[in-house]
């Protein structure tokens, strides 16, 4: 009886070896891509990501009226940033329309939005609650990777730790922005 046992057993025995290897394998091809250096191509994000990210804590930042900007990074809210050019007027206008829409569509999230305008607003500027007039910043200006012009706007993103992790070049879809919000707010 034991000897007709053994060819059972040993089946058995190679299925469970089998099945482990099968588990355990895709974690050594996971740990060997991620020590060879590859990424996947694709991406979920619609703004350029920032590599590596741009540190600004060391900036302070001041509302329009000279109160200090507090980073407050336990909070976790993102900052939309624009620094706009001297001479912007239409396009400063219908951008302070944009970042409404894009704020307001955040629903109960957008109280973790801060939307940051460095400089003065127009005055036919769409202004609500999260829009915060702020002085210019020679050191946040030289820190940005693109500058505006008076009619091409780019926007950034900074976290909660105050690291500009992401750019929308000037003519951006602001469906795009939109959409990396709603990811980052979750």
Request: hydrophobic residues 45%; contains cysteine; proline residues 6%.
């Amino acid at each position: 009886m034991t000897e007709a046992a053994r060819p059972s057993q040993w089946k058995s025995r190679l299925i469970l070896l089998l099945i482990v290897t099968m588990f355990f394998s895709s974690f050594f091809i996971a740990w060997g891509l991620r020590f060879a250096g590859w990424t996947p191509t694709g991406s979920k994000n619609f703004g350029e990501l920032i590599q590596p990210p741009i540190d600004l804590t060391a900036v302070t930042l001041r509302h329009a009226d000279g109160k200090s900007y507090p980073w407050e990074a336990e909070k976790h809210w993102w900052r939309v940033v624009v620094v706009p050019g001297a001479d912007c007027t239409d396009a400063c206008t219908a951008m302070t329309d944009t970042l409404f829409r894009v704020w307001e569509t955040q629903g109960r999230q957008a109280e973790r939005v801060d939307v940051l305008w460095f400089g003065e607003l127009p005055k036919e500027a769409r202004t609500f609650r999260k829009l915060f007039a702020m002085q210019a910043s020679p050191e946040l200006l030289a820190a940005l990777p693109q500058k505006a012009s008076a009619t091409a706007i780019p926007v950034y993103i900074i976290d909660n730790r105050g690291y500009v992790v992401m750019h929308y070049r000037p003519g951006f879809d602001p469906s795009d922005l939109r959409k990396d919000l709603s990811r980052l707010l979750k």
